[in-house]
């Protein structure tokens, strides 16, 4: 599986864009980028999943390079509740087999007042 | 539609003691996933399920750690006997098994604390 590189932690004010980057160099053309989160005492929850075409849903938008090598999840308006840890994920179609989730240690973003 | 299901919410044990974890997946999801997450990392799979089979368990330390889903629905995890780096959050998920991308929809979690 395609590992990814994730900066440790971010921090963003409330009412701003948070831009979250997510370098995938190694990835292959069946594999799907997802973004999930994590607050804190809860398990992690989806936020979005891309292949090529850039994603947008009532969360957040998903942006993929053209060369598929990096991605930018962009919260538009973030809010103090959006304080948690973001995993950049990459993983198979299903085609290939069944999905797995390789999760590593996100990106901890904090989002003040 | 209700979320995926876990319990107990917490769990104190001494090592060597033996501990179980259930789950209720979401109603008609095929796929279920156990997993552990360590303080401070990020959730690492324990063993798939499709259905009623094992469709991976190769992280799973099967010296201790065991789990059934049996009718393919509910799923229990247990762990015997404890070790001391046992203790973690152990998470299930759910998904439909369908689509070529497939996202999982995790429960709140059992908090393991092996003294």
């Known amino acids: 599986d395609a590992k990814t590189t994730q900066p440790t932690s971010m921090d963003c004010a409330e009412g701003r864009a948070a831009n979250l980057p997510c370098n995938h160099s190694t990835i292959s053309g069946n594999e799907y980028v997802y973004w999930y989160r994590q607050i804190h005492s809860q398990g992690p929850q989806y936020i979005i999943h891309g292949l090529k075409n850039n994603e947008t849903n009532e969360m957040a938008s998903l942006i993929i390079t053209e060369d598929r090598k990096s991605s930018t999840l962009i919260l538009p308006h973030a809010t103090l509740r959006d304080t948690a840890v973001y995993y950049c994920i990459v993983s198979p179609s299903r085609d290939t087999g069944f999905q797995k989730l390789v999760f590593g240690t996100g990106t901890r973003l904090l989002v003040s007042p | 539609e209700a979320g995926v299901a876990q319990s107990p919410r917490y769990k104190i044990i001494e090592k060597r003691q033996s501990v179980a974890f259930w789950c209720n997946p979401i109603s008609g999801h095929a796929t279920l996933y156990w997993y552990q997450q360590i303080l401070g990392q990020g959730p690492k799979l324990l063993i798939q399920f499709q259905n009623n089979g094992v469709v991976d368990d190769s992280q799973l330390p099967k010296d201790r750690f065991s789990a059934e889903r049996l009718k393919g629905v509910d799923s229990t995890l247990k762990i015997q006997p404890a070790k001391l780096e046992d203790s973690a959050v152990y998470l299930c998920?759910?998904?439909?098994?369908?689509?070529?991308?497939?996202?999982?929809?995790f429960g709140p979690g059992t908090r393991l604390t092996v003294l």
């Open positions: 998920a759910s998904s439909s098994g369908q689509g070529r991308a497939d996202t999982q929809y």
